[in-house]
Structures are given as structure tokens and as C-alpha cells.
């Protein structure tokens, strides 16, 4: 069996102390590790490097890390990220996970808690070779392609979307005229549930209503307190 190689993660964190308190932690698990401590050292190595994962902090000397993330999107949409902060605001951690963030941890912070939730992410984002997935779906006059994130509507330009509105809708397909229970969603789609994470992924939810609204027959349905269902005509 050929030896599995390392998952790379770029930490983005201005103090340096902490920074290669990071790098000991994670490179003792078993990852490669860069640092960066600025915006624009970041985006050097999301353009020259591969990577797996990025921890990004938000309060950094040239700009901040919502910023980032988003030139983050622009660059790779397929690169997960999650934000490592002190800003605890529940301003922030919602605009975090609007962004697409994996997670959002504050300082100071468990180590465990820490990795475990970094091992949860990259267990999501990377393909097994073992995996059978369903990778596309008809809704109706949409065909949907999860491998690729891709949403096409009859014969109209593909509409690229993010990784997290592909896992939902994938999800949504795969229980397409059932109910799609919320809680169980969310777990699946971050690793864990609460508060935060179920208002981002109502937010994935509001696009994918946006997205799909060319055809009146395909429709995601609100069941109060419980979940969704994805209508489509069968």
C-alpha cells in the first residue's frame, strides 16, 4: 500500500509566538505546515503552493481575515479554510461562516478540540478512493454535477458554486421528495451542531433557492422545526 502523503496547511496567524506554537502542534501530528503573518503572504502561497487547509486569523497588519477569505474564494474555491481568532462577536462568526469558513474557533483554544475538528474538515474535503458517490442529479430542467460544483440549467452556462452549497444540495438530492432533517445536516456537512453552524447553513440553503428558481417545479420546502425537503418531479 503506498504511503499516504501529508495534508498541507498554511496557518495565517500575525503573532509569532502562537504561529509556531501552531506549526510545533501540527507538525507533530503529522502535517506540513507554512506560516504567513499578513494577507499578502498568504496569497503567495495559496497561488504557489498546495495546500489542503488554511487557519486564518482575522485581525492581521494589512488587512483582516474576512478580506482574505474571500480573495481565498477567488483563487480556489475548492480550498477550505477556517478562521482561528480572538474575535468572538456573533457579528463575526456569522460573517465568517457567510464566507464559506469550515469552522470558526476563538482563542484561546483547546489543542484537541483543535485538531480534531482539522481532521474532521480534511476527512470531508478529500476524496476517498473507496467512496461510491452520486455525482449527478436532474432536478428537474437543472442537472446538477457535485465532482464539479456545477449547476446547469437546460442548455444555459454552467453556474459554478461553492463547495459548502454543493455538499447541501448533494444532500438535499440524495433525500430529493423526503424531509432532510436539519440537525442531522448540519452534522454531516461540519462534523458537529450549533446555533452558528445552523444559521450558516440556512444561508447555503437561501441560495440554492435563489439558484434554482427558474423552474417552479423544483422547489425546497421549509418543514418548521424539522428540516427541508428538496421537491422534485419525479
Known sequence: MAEEL??????????????????????????SVKLA????????????????????????????????ARQIRLENNNLPFMFLTARALKEDRLQGYKLGADDYITKPFDEEELLCK???ILRRT???????VSTS?????????????????RQEPVVR???????????????????????????QIYGEHDYFLGRSFDVFISHLRKY??????????????????LNVPE
Open 212 to 229: 434554482l428558481n427558474r423552474d417552479p417545479r423544483v422547489q425546497i420546502e421549509n418543514v418548521f422545526r424539522v428540516g427541508f425537503i
Open 6 to 31: 501529508p495534508k498541507h496547511i498554511l496557518v495565517v496567524e500575525d503573532d509569532l509566538s502562537l504561529g509556531f506554537l501552531l506549526m510545533e502542534l501540527l507538525e507533530g501530528e503529522g502535517y
Open 37 to 68: 503573518r499578513d494577507v499578502q503572504g498568504a496569497l503567495q502561497h495559496v497561488r504557489r503552493n498546495h495546500l489542503d487547509l488554511c487557519l486564518l486569523d482575522i485581525m492581521l497588519p494589512d488587512g483582516d481575515g474576512f478580506q482574505l
Open 161 to 187: 458554486i461553492t463547495e459548502k452549497e454543493s455538499e447541501v444540495l448533494r444532500l438535499l438530492c440524495l433525500h430529493r421528495n423526503q424531509i432532510l432533517r436539519r440537525d442531522e445536516a448540519v452534522e
Open 137 to 153: 442529479f436532474q432536478l428537474g430542467d437543472y442537472t446538477f454535477d457535485y465532482a464539479r460544483q456545477e449547476l446547469r440549467f
Open 126 to 132: 478529500q476524496p476517498s478512493e473507496n467512496a461510491a
Open 118 to 120: 482539522i481532521q474532521v
